[in-house]
């Protein structure tokens, strides 16, 4: 049984920063693609930044030279260090596993992290 568990959100001031995680169990990590997405209230789910197996990296426009992902292929956890944030990135951030294997996609999604920004 896949799963994935995500944790370090919270209350934060604008300008301030976060780093979350994400562990992911009962796979095998190394063969996923991991992404961060986020959701705010009344807003679609919007894909905040991925990165392959082979940690290439690719990050939304809104987040670009704030946030930095990466993985730690020892550990199974994906990292999405949130630096100068912005109240406009409060939502709920939630970690995906993704691959394509044989015509067959795999998608896992872990429950969510709540991220506020305000003062």
């Known amino acids: 049984q896949v799963q994935l568990v995500e944790s370090g959100g919270g209350l934060v001031q604008p300008g301030g920063s976060l780093r979350l995680s994400c562990v992911v169990s009962?796979?095998?990590?190394?063969?996923?693609?991991m992404a961060w997405h986020r959701q705010a209230p009344g807003k679609e789910r919007e894909l905040v930044a991925s990165?392959?197996?082979?940690?290439?990296?690719n990050y939304a426009d809104s987040v670009k030279g704030r946030f930095t992902i990466s993985r730690d292929n020892a550990k199974n956890t994906v990292y999405l260090r949130m630096n100068s944030l912005k109240p406009e990135d409060t939502a709920v951030y939630y970690c995906?596993?993704?691959?394509?294997?044989?015509?067959?996609?795999?998608?896992?999604w872990g429950q969510g992290t709540q991220v506020t920004v305000s003062s």
């Open positions: 990165i392959t197996t082979g940690s290439w990296t």
């Open positions: 009962g796979t095998v990590f190394t063969i996923y693609n």
């Open positions: 995906n596993a993704n691959r394509r294997y044989i015509g067959r996609e795999y998608d896992y």
